[in-house]
Protein backbone atom coordinates (compact mmCIF):
# COMPACT_ATOMS: atom_id res chain seq x y z
CA UNK A 1 0.00 0.00 0.00
CA UNK A 2 2.80 2.32 1.12
CA UNK A 3 4.64 1.48 -2.49
CA UNK A 4 1.15 2.74 -4.19
CA UNK A 5 0.86 5.46 -2.29
CA UNK A 6 4.83 6.47 -3.28
CA UNK A 7 4.27 5.64 -6.63
CA UNK A 8 1.45 8.08 -6.99
CA UNK A 9 3.14 10.99 -5.30
CA UNK A 10 6.02 10.51 -7.16
CA UNK A 11 4.54 10.27 -10.89
CA UNK A 12 1.51 13.03 -9.57
CA UNK A 13 2.35 15.37 -12.52
CA UNK A 14 2.94 12.68 -15.36
CA UNK A 15 -0.62 11.09 -13.97
CA UNK A 16 -2.42 14.49 -13.97
CA UNK A 17 -0.99 15.03 -17.37
CA UNK A 18 -2.58 11.54 -18.72
CA UNK A 19 -5.37 12.18 -17.03
CA UNK A 20 -6.39 15.49 -18.81
CA UNK A 21 -4.83 14.21 -21.95
CA UNK A 22 -7.29 11.50 -21.84
CA UNK A 23 -9.88 13.58 -21.55
CA UNK A 24 -8.84 15.60 -24.15
CA UNK A 25 -8.79 12.88 -26.20
CA UNK A 26 -11.70 11.16 -25.59
CA UNK A 27 -13.94 14.60 -26.36
CA UNK A 28 -11.84 14.47 -29.71
CA UNK A 29 -12.43 10.92 -30.92
CA UNK A 30 -15.78 10.09 -29.50
CA UNK A 31 -17.62 8.49 -32.60
CA UNK A 32 -21.22 10.13 -31.92
CA UNK A 33 -20.67 13.61 -33.34
CA UNK A 34 -23.87 14.64 -31.38
CA UNK A 35 -22.70 14.69 -28.06
CA UNK A 36 -19.01 15.42 -29.36
CA UNK A 37 -20.06 19.13 -30.92
CA UNK A 38 -22.95 19.78 -28.33
CA UNK A 39 -20.78 20.58 -25.30
CA UNK A 40 -17.93 22.54 -28.02
CA UNK A 41 -19.38 24.83 -30.23
CA UNK A 42 -19.83 28.12 -30.70
CA UNK A 43 -23.64 27.95 -30.43
CA UNK A 44 -23.22 28.74 -26.81
CA UNK A 45 -24.78 31.84 -24.39
CA UNK A 46 -20.38 33.42 -23.82
CA UNK A 47 -19.10 32.89 -27.02
CA UNK A 48 -21.55 33.64 -29.10
CA UNK A 49 -22.62 36.54 -27.65
CA UNK A 50 -18.84 37.50 -27.54
CA UNK A 51 -18.70 36.36 -31.74
CA UNK A 52 -21.84 38.63 -32.42
CA UNK A 53 -20.52 41.49 -30.85
CA UNK A 54 -17.05 41.01 -32.91
CA UNK A 55 -19.19 40.81 -35.72
CA UNK A 56 -21.52 43.46 -35.24
CA UNK A 57 -17.84 45.76 -35.34
CA UNK A 58 -16.17 44.03 -38.58
CA UNK A 59 -19.62 43.38 -40.30
CA UNK A 60 -19.76 47.14 -42.03
CA UNK A 61 -16.18 46.36 -43.98
CA UNK A 62 -18.11 44.11 -46.14
CA UNK A 63 -21.52 46.07 -46.55
CA UNK A 64 -20.63 47.18 -49.92
CA UNK A 65 -19.46 43.74 -50.91
CA UNK A 66 -22.70 42.29 -49.38
CA UNK A 67 -25.18 44.73 -51.45
CA UNK A 68 -23.43 43.64 -54.50
CA UNK A 69 -23.96 39.92 -54.07
CA UNK A 70 -27.88 40.63 -52.93
CA UNK A 71 -28.45 42.86 -55.84
CA UNK A 72 -27.11 40.09 -58.29
CA UNK A 73 -29.28 37.45 -56.77
CA UNK A 74 -32.32 40.02 -57.15
CA UNK A 75 -31.33 40.64 -60.39
CA UNK A 76 -31.38 36.77 -61.19
CA UNK A 77 -34.45 36.28 -58.98
CA UNK A 78 -36.83 39.10 -61.19
CA UNK A 79 -35.47 37.04 -64.07
CA UNK A 80 -36.95 34.18 -63.28
CA UNK A 81 -40.08 35.74 -61.36
CA UNK A 82 -40.76 37.83 -64.95
CA UNK A 83 -40.13 34.75 -67.33
CA UNK A 84 -42.22 31.89 -65.42
CA UNK A 85 -45.09 30.56 -67.45
CA UNK A 86 -48.19 32.64 -66.47
CA UNK A 87 -50.85 29.65 -67.05
CA UNK A 88 -49.89 28.21 -64.10
CA UNK A 89 -52.53 29.76 -61.70
CA UNK A 90 -52.50 26.89 -58.96
CA UNK A 91 -51.66 28.57 -55.97
CA UNK A 92 -49.46 27.48 -52.91
CA UNK A 93 -51.14 26.95 -49.75
CA UNK A 94 -48.78 28.42 -47.06
CA UNK A 95 -49.45 25.24 -45.12
CA UNK A 96 -48.05 23.54 -47.73
CA UNK A 97 -44.91 24.58 -48.81
CA UNK A 98 -42.10 22.08 -48.93
CA UNK A 99 -39.72 24.28 -47.96
CA UNK A 100 -39.39 27.52 -45.37
CA UNK A 101 -36.46 29.88 -45.81
CA UNK A 102 -35.17 31.98 -42.36
CA UNK A 103 -32.53 34.35 -43.62
CA UNK A 104 -29.15 34.70 -41.21
CA UNK A 105 -25.75 35.87 -40.71
CA UNK A 106 -22.50 34.32 -40.36
CA UNK A 107 -21.16 35.50 -37.20
CA UNK A 108 -18.23 33.26 -37.07
CA UNK A 109 -16.58 31.13 -40.17
CA UNK A 110 -13.65 28.73 -40.24
CA UNK A 111 -12.42 27.21 -43.44
CA UNK A 112 -8.75 26.37 -42.61
CA UNK A 113 -8.88 23.27 -40.25
CA UNK A 114 -9.34 19.92 -41.15
CA UNK A 115 -13.32 19.71 -39.26
CA UNK A 116 -14.75 23.62 -40.05
CA UNK A 117 -17.83 25.29 -38.13
CA UNK A 118 -19.46 28.03 -38.86
CA UNK A 119 -21.48 30.45 -36.27
CA UNK A 120 -25.47 31.75 -37.09
CA UNK A 121 -26.88 34.84 -35.27
CA UNK A 122 -30.44 32.54 -35.72
CA UNK A 123 -31.32 30.03 -32.94
CA UNK A 124 -33.99 28.18 -31.20
CA UNK A 125 -36.34 31.14 -31.19
CA UNK A 126 -35.69 31.76 -34.51
CA UNK A 127 -37.43 27.79 -34.82
CA UNK A 128 -33.89 26.77 -36.04
CA UNK A 129 -33.07 23.01 -35.01
CA UNK A 130 -30.34 20.97 -35.95
CA UNK A 131 -30.09 19.18 -39.77
CA UNK A 132 -31.61 22.49 -41.70
CA UNK A 133 -29.45 22.86 -44.78
CA UNK A 134 -27.44 26.16 -45.06
CA UNK A 135 -27.21 28.19 -48.41
CA UNK A 136 -25.65 31.31 -49.97
CA UNK A 137 -26.66 33.44 -53.03
CA UNK A 138 -24.51 31.06 -54.62
CA UNK A 139 -24.40 27.66 -53.29
CA UNK A 140 -24.43 25.55 -50.57
CA UNK A 141 -22.62 26.07 -47.14
CA UNK A 142 -23.54 22.93 -44.89
CA UNK A 143 -25.77 21.81 -42.38
CA UNK A 144 -26.59 22.85 -39.22
CA UNK A 145 -25.33 21.18 -36.41
CA UNK A 146 -26.04 22.18 -33.29
CA UNK A 147 -28.65 25.29 -32.00
CA UNK A 148 -28.99 27.03 -28.68
CA UNK A 149 -31.48 29.82 -27.73
CA UNK A 150 -29.76 33.00 -30.25
CA UNK A 151 -27.35 30.92 -31.96
CA UNK A 152 -26.62 27.77 -34.53
CA UNK A 153 -23.32 25.75 -35.36
CA UNK A 154 -23.25 25.06 -38.92
CA UNK A 155 -20.65 22.25 -40.16
CA UNK A 156 -19.48 23.23 -43.21
CA UNK A 157 -19.01 21.80 -46.47
CA UNK A 158 -15.86 22.11 -46.07
CA UNK A 159 -15.67 19.54 -43.10
CA UNK A 160 -13.77 15.99 -43.26
CA UNK A 161 -17.06 14.47 -42.10
CA UNK A 162 -19.22 16.38 -43.94
CA UNK A 163 -21.06 14.23 -46.53
CA UNK A 164 -24.14 15.79 -48.97
CA UNK A 165 -25.99 14.19 -51.50
CA UNK A 166 -25.32 15.56 -54.62
CA UNK A 167 -25.48 14.70 -58.55
CA UNK A 168 -24.24 16.09 -61.99
CA UNK A 169 -27.31 18.60 -63.12
CA UNK A 170 -30.13 17.35 -65.39
CA UNK A 171 -29.16 13.92 -65.00
CA UNK A 172 -29.74 11.59 -62.07
CA UNK A 173 -26.55 9.76 -60.69
CA UNK A 174 -26.12 10.94 -57.65
CA UNK A 175 -23.14 10.34 -55.39
CA UNK A 176 -21.70 11.76 -51.82
CA UNK A 177 -20.02 14.86 -51.47
CA UNK A 178 -16.92 14.82 -49.48
CA UNK A 179 -13.95 17.01 -48.30
CA UNK A 180 -10.08 15.74 -48.22
CA UNK A 181 -8.86 18.49 -46.38
CA UNK A 182 -6.68 19.67 -49.08
CA UNK A 183 -7.81 22.94 -50.55
CA UNK A 184 -10.79 25.19 -49.30
CA UNK A 185 -12.37 25.73 -52.81
CA UNK A 186 -12.50 22.08 -54.16
CA UNK A 187 -14.84 19.53 -52.64
CA UNK A 188 -14.61 15.61 -53.67
CA UNK A 189 -17.95 13.88 -55.17
CA UNK A 190 -17.21 10.58 -54.93
CA UNK A 191 -19.11 7.31 -55.88
CA UNK A 192 -20.34 8.31 -59.35
CA UNK A 193 -20.39 5.38 -61.44
CA UNK A 194 -17.37 4.91 -64.01
CA UNK A 195 -20.38 4.40 -66.65
CA UNK A 196 -20.87 7.77 -66.73
CA UNK A 197 -20.17 10.59 -69.03
CA UNK A 198 -18.36 13.45 -67.34
CA UNK A 199 -16.54 16.82 -68.60
CA UNK A 200 -14.70 19.29 -67.08
CA UNK A 201 -17.01 22.53 -66.16
CA UNK A 202 -20.45 20.26 -65.56
CA UNK A 203 -22.49 21.75 -62.98
CA UNK A 204 -22.72 19.85 -59.60
CA UNK A 205 -26.06 20.05 -58.13
CA UNK A 206 -27.72 18.71 -54.55
CA UNK A 207 -29.60 15.53 -55.27
CA UNK A 208 -32.69 14.84 -53.87
CA UNK A 209 -32.35 12.29 -51.76
CA UNK A 210 -31.11 13.52 -48.42
CA UNK A 211 -34.41 15.66 -46.73
CA UNK A 212 -31.94 18.31 -46.27
CA UNK A 213 -31.82 20.32 -48.68
CA UNK A 214 -34.30 20.86 -51.94
CA UNK A 215 -33.31 19.13 -55.15
CA UNK A 216 -31.13 21.16 -57.31
CA UNK A 217 -29.63 23.88 -55.43
CA UNK A 218 -26.16 24.46 -56.78
CA UNK A 219 -22.81 23.26 -55.75
CA UNK A 220 -19.86 23.66 -57.76
CA UNK A 221 -18.25 22.70 -61.24
CA UNK A 222 -16.01 20.14 -61.87
CA UNK A 223 -12.17 20.87 -62.00
CA UNK A 224 -10.79 16.99 -62.80
CA UNK A 225 -12.03 13.55 -62.46
CA UNK A 226 -10.31 10.34 -61.94
CA UNK A 227 -11.15 6.88 -60.86
CA UNK A 228 -10.51 5.59 -57.83
CA UNK A 229 -8.64 2.09 -56.95
CA UNK A 230 -11.15 -0.18 -57.87
CA UNK A 231 -11.45 1.44 -61.08
CA UNK A 232 -15.34 1.55 -61.20
CA UNK A 233 -16.25 4.73 -59.67
CA UNK A 234 -15.25 8.31 -60.05
CA UNK A 235 -13.58 10.67 -57.91
CA UNK A 236 -14.54 14.19 -58.91
CA UNK A 237 -13.01 17.25 -57.60
CA UNK A 238 -15.84 20.13 -57.25
CA UNK A 239 -14.91 23.74 -57.41
CA UNK A 240 -17.27 25.41 -55.25
CA UNK A 241 -19.61 28.47 -56.91
CA UNK A 242 -19.71 29.36 -53.15
CA UNK A 243 -16.53 32.03 -52.17
CA UNK A 244 -16.08 30.05 -48.34
CA UNK A 245 -14.00 33.06 -47.34
CA UNK A 246 -16.13 35.40 -47.77
CA UNK A 247 -19.83 34.61 -46.96
CA UNK A 248 -22.23 36.83 -44.77
CA UNK A 249 -25.81 36.66 -45.61
CA UNK A 250 -27.25 33.21 -45.40
CA UNK A 251 -30.70 31.38 -46.30
CA UNK A 252 -31.32 28.19 -43.27
CA UNK A 253 -33.76 25.68 -45.32
CA UNK A 254 -36.11 23.87 -43.60
CA UNK A 255 -37.93 20.69 -45.36
CA UNK A 256 -41.57 20.75 -43.94
CA UNK A 257 -41.43 17.13 -44.47
CA UNK A 258 -38.64 16.30 -43.14
CA UNK A 259 -39.94 14.35 -39.74
CA UNK A 260 -42.61 12.07 -41.78
CA UNK A 261 -39.69 11.30 -44.17
CA UNK A 262 -37.45 10.04 -41.68
CA UNK A 263 -40.21 8.58 -39.84
CA UNK A 264 -41.24 6.34 -42.58
CA UNK A 265 -37.75 5.36 -42.96
CA UNK A 266 -37.54 4.16 -39.95
CA UNK A 267 -40.47 2.09 -40.03
CA UNK A 268 -39.10 0.65 -43.37
CA UNK A 269 -35.78 -0.29 -42.09
CA UNK A 270 -37.28 -1.98 -38.86
CA UNK A 271 -38.98 -4.47 -40.53
CA UNK B 1 2.25 37.00 -4.71
CA UNK B 2 -1.65 38.59 -5.41
CA UNK B 3 0.25 40.82 -8.04
CA UNK B 4 1.08 37.45 -9.91
CA UNK B 5 -2.39 36.15 -9.67
CA UNK B 6 -3.85 39.21 -10.90
CA UNK B 7 -1.25 39.57 -14.39
CA UNK B 8 -2.05 35.62 -15.09
CA UNK B 9 -5.43 35.94 -15.05
CA UNK B 10 -5.64 39.09 -17.25
CA UNK B 11 -2.97 37.43 -19.55
CA UNK B 12 -5.06 34.33 -19.85
CA UNK B 13 -8.20 36.51 -21.14
CA UNK B 14 -6.43 39.01 -23.05
CA UNK B 15 -4.62 36.01 -25.36
CA UNK B 16 -7.62 33.73 -25.28
CA UNK B 17 -9.34 37.03 -26.62
CA UNK B 18 -6.85 37.57 -29.21
CA UNK B 19 -6.21 34.17 -29.83
CA UNK B 20 -9.93 33.90 -30.86
CA UNK B 21 -10.70 37.49 -32.32
CA UNK B 22 -8.03 38.19 -34.39
CA UNK B 23 -5.16 35.26 -34.98
CA UNK B 24 -8.47 32.42 -35.86
CA UNK B 25 -9.67 34.91 -38.45
CA UNK B 26 -6.27 35.84 -39.95
CA UNK B 27 -5.99 33.04 -42.64
CA UNK B 28 -2.51 34.59 -44.24
CA UNK B 29 -2.02 32.94 -47.35
CA UNK B 30 -5.43 31.02 -46.75
CA UNK B 31 -4.37 28.99 -43.68
CA UNK B 32 -2.08 30.23 -41.51
CA UNK B 33 -3.28 30.91 -38.52
CA UNK B 34 -0.25 31.45 -35.85
CA UNK B 35 -1.59 29.84 -32.18
CA UNK B 36 -0.13 32.87 -29.89
CA UNK B 37 -2.02 31.55 -26.83
CA UNK B 38 1.28 29.65 -26.46
CA UNK B 39 2.82 32.47 -24.93
CA UNK B 40 1.07 31.94 -21.58
CA UNK B 41 2.99 28.97 -20.93
CA UNK B 42 6.10 30.94 -22.07
CA UNK B 43 5.59 34.00 -19.53
CA UNK B 44 4.32 31.59 -16.78
CA UNK B 45 6.35 32.02 -13.84
CA UNK B 46 8.91 29.08 -13.25
CA UNK B 47 8.79 28.50 -9.73
CA UNK B 48 5.12 28.16 -9.50
CA UNK B 49 3.55 24.69 -8.35
CA UNK B 50 3.49 22.64 -11.46
CA UNK B 51 0.05 20.91 -10.84
CA UNK B 52 -1.83 24.16 -11.27
CA UNK B 53 0.46 25.39 -13.98
CA UNK B 54 -0.92 21.56 -16.13
CA UNK B 55 -4.35 22.21 -14.85
CA UNK B 56 -4.26 25.81 -16.09
CA UNK B 57 -3.01 25.07 -19.23
CA UNK B 58 -5.74 22.56 -19.82
CA UNK B 59 -7.88 25.35 -18.99
CA UNK B 60 -6.75 27.94 -21.48
CA UNK B 61 -6.68 24.58 -24.43
CA UNK B 62 -10.29 24.23 -23.81
CA UNK B 63 -11.72 27.73 -23.52
CA UNK B 64 -9.60 28.20 -26.92
CA UNK B 65 -11.66 25.12 -28.03
CA UNK B 66 -15.63 26.35 -26.88
CA UNK B 67 -14.20 29.35 -29.34
CA UNK B 68 -12.91 26.96 -32.27
CA UNK B 69 -15.95 24.29 -32.21
CA UNK B 70 -12.65 21.74 -32.28
CA UNK B 71 -13.62 19.45 -29.64
CA UNK B 72 -10.64 19.32 -27.18
CA UNK B 73 -7.52 19.52 -29.77
CA UNK B 74 -6.26 22.83 -28.24
CA UNK B 75 -6.59 21.09 -25.06
CA UNK B 76 -4.87 18.23 -25.38
CA UNK B 77 -1.53 20.16 -27.16
CA UNK B 78 -1.44 22.51 -24.30
CA UNK B 79 -1.81 19.94 -21.47
CA UNK B 80 1.19 18.39 -23.60
CA UNK B 81 3.62 21.22 -23.59
CA UNK B 82 2.97 22.45 -19.92
CA UNK B 83 3.59 18.49 -18.79
CA UNK B 84 7.02 18.50 -20.87
CA UNK B 85 7.76 22.44 -20.19
CA UNK B 86 10.64 21.34 -17.84
CA UNK B 87 12.20 18.99 -19.69
CA UNK B 88 12.69 21.05 -22.23
CA UNK B 89 13.93 24.37 -19.87
CA UNK B 90 16.24 21.77 -18.90
CA UNK B 91 17.22 20.54 -22.59
CA UNK B 92 17.47 24.69 -23.18
CA UNK B 93 18.86 25.98 -19.85
CA UNK B 94 20.95 23.88 -18.32
CA UNK B 95 21.79 23.42 -14.79
CA UNK B 96 21.03 27.06 -14.47
CA UNK B 97 16.98 26.25 -14.31
CA UNK B 98 18.21 24.49 -10.18
CA UNK B 99 19.21 28.21 -8.91
CA UNK B 100 16.86 30.32 -7.16
CA UNK B 101 17.99 33.29 -8.85
CA UNK B 102 17.22 31.67 -12.48
CA UNK B 103 14.78 34.66 -14.48
CA UNK B 104 13.85 34.27 -18.14
CA UNK B 105 15.06 37.53 -18.80
CA UNK B 106 18.31 37.10 -17.67
CA UNK B 107 19.24 34.14 -20.23
CA UNK B 108 20.44 34.60 -23.81
CA UNK B 109 18.31 35.53 -26.90
CA UNK B 110 18.93 32.59 -28.33
CA UNK B 111 17.84 30.62 -25.24
CA UNK B 112 14.76 32.09 -25.36
CA UNK B 113 14.20 31.67 -29.07
CA UNK B 114 14.85 28.04 -28.76
CA UNK B 115 12.52 27.73 -25.73
CA UNK B 116 9.66 29.55 -27.53
CA UNK B 117 10.50 27.40 -30.58
CA UNK B 118 10.37 24.15 -29.37
CA UNK B 119 6.86 24.76 -27.25
CA UNK B 120 5.72 25.48 -30.27
CA UNK B 121 6.91 22.80 -32.81
CA UNK B 122 5.46 20.15 -30.04
CA UNK B 123 2.36 22.16 -29.63
CA UNK B 124 1.63 22.37 -32.92
CA UNK B 125 2.85 18.89 -33.69
CA UNK B 126 0.72 17.07 -31.52
CA UNK B 127 -2.50 19.59 -32.46
CA UNK B 128 -2.19 19.06 -36.64
CA UNK B 129 -1.69 15.16 -35.67
CA UNK B 130 -4.56 14.95 -33.69
CA UNK B 131 -6.64 17.33 -36.50
CA UNK B 132 -5.96 15.54 -39.34
CA UNK B 133 -5.43 11.99 -38.00
CA UNK B 134 -4.69 9.89 -40.88
CA UNK B 135 -0.62 8.55 -41.31
CA UNK B 136 -1.78 9.16 -45.03
CA UNK B 137 -1.11 13.08 -44.60
CA UNK B 138 1.97 13.30 -42.95
CA UNK B 139 2.87 15.92 -45.49
CA UNK B 140 0.13 17.66 -44.52
CA UNK B 141 0.71 17.53 -40.98
CA UNK B 142 4.38 18.53 -41.57
CA UNK B 143 3.87 21.25 -43.86
CA UNK B 144 1.28 22.65 -41.39
CA UNK B 145 2.92 22.44 -38.39
CA UNK B 146 6.28 24.24 -40.59
CA UNK B 147 4.37 26.88 -42.00
CA UNK B 148 1.92 27.64 -38.98
CA UNK B 149 4.62 27.44 -36.40
CA UNK B 150 7.23 29.78 -38.00
CA UNK B 151 4.10 32.59 -37.82
CA UNK B 152 3.64 32.16 -34.60
CA UNK B 153 7.25 32.14 -33.41
CA UNK B 154 7.15 35.56 -35.40
CA UNK B 155 4.09 36.62 -34.02
CA UNK B 156 5.12 35.37 -30.46
CA UNK B 157 8.72 37.11 -30.87
CA UNK B 158 7.16 40.22 -31.71
CA UNK B 159 4.74 39.93 -28.72
CA UNK B 160 7.55 39.01 -26.39
CA UNK B 161 9.45 42.54 -27.02
CA UNK B 162 6.45 44.33 -26.88
CA UNK B 163 5.28 43.15 -23.69
CA UNK B 164 8.89 42.30 -22.34
CA UNK B 165 7.95 40.82 -18.57
CA UNK B 166 9.63 42.62 -15.38
CA UNK B 167 9.25 39.73 -13.31
CA UNK B 168 11.57 38.18 -10.49
Redesign the interface.
Known sequence: MQQIINFVIRY???L??IF??M????????SHSYH??SF???S?W??GN??NA?NSVTTYFGLTEENKKLVEENKRLRNILFNIKQEDTIRLDSVALAYTITSGQII??????????L?LNKGEKDSIKPDMGVITTKGILGIVENTSRNFA?VQSVLNEKSNINAKIKNTDHFGSLVWN??R?DVVQLVDIPRLVKLSVGDTIVTGGMSSIFPENVLVGSIQKFDLDTSNSFYTIDVKLFNDM?NVKNVYIVQNTDREEILELEAITEDE | MNNSYFVNTIRFILLVLVQVLVFNQLNFFGFINPMVYILFLYWYPIKENRAAFIGLSFVLGLSIDFFSDSMALHAASTVTIAYIRPAIMRFVFGVNIEFQSFRLGSSTKAQQITFLALLIVVHHLVFFTLEIFSFANTLLILKKTMAIGTATLILCLLFTSLFSVKRP
Do not use: V
Request: glycine share 2%; charged share 10%.
Open positions: KHFLYLLISLGFTIQQSFNSNLTIYSNNNFAKARNYTTAKYT
